[in-house]
Structures are given as C-alpha cells and as structure tokens.
C-alpha cells in the first residue's frame, strides 16, 4: 500500500464499531446521516471511502466528533 493513502479500511473498521458501540443499525446511522444504507455498508466493508461530506454527516448522527473517529482512524492505521 502506497504511505500516501488513507486505508479505506481502517476508516470502515471505526466507523463501524463507533455505530456498534451505539446500538445504532445501517439502516438508523444511513437515515440519520442522509446516505444510502448500501453506501454506509461499503464504507463499512472498506470498499468506499467517505467523502468529507458524508464523514461529517456520519459523525454527527453517531453524536461523535470528527477528531475522535480520525483519532481512532490514525490509531487502527499504526496498529494495524
């Protein structure tokens, strides 16, 4: 992997244990975050990245700041 580029899966493993953390479903965190449930499983799964757009959304609906996912993000990425 080039050093250069967010690892689309680190991003989809924090998101998704943020919204599991909450007892939230895809289909509340999609609706809450006004994104389609089928984009949400693909962030989740790694196969899309979140533009900064829809991270924001996605943080604010989980009632998250977006500093503490990317903490979490750069955390999963060293550890990882």
């Known amino acids: 992997m080039d050093d250069m580029q967010l690892c689309s899966m680190a991003v989809g ?3 998704a244990r ?4 909450k007892g939230v479903s895809q289909e509340v965190l999609s609706g809450l975050s006004d994104i389609g449930r089928t984009h949400l499983s693909a962030i989740e799964r790694g196969e899309r990245k979140p533009t900064l757009e ?3 959304r996605i943080s604010r609906a989980l009632n998250v ?5 990317t903490k ?9």
């Open 72 to 80: 979490a993000i750069e955390a999963e990425i060293n550890n990882g």
């Open 54 to 56: 829809t991270f924001y």
């Open 18 to 21: 943020y919204r599991s953390e």
């Open 65 to 69: 700041n977006m500093s503490d996912i």
């Open 13 to 15: 493993k924090v998101i």
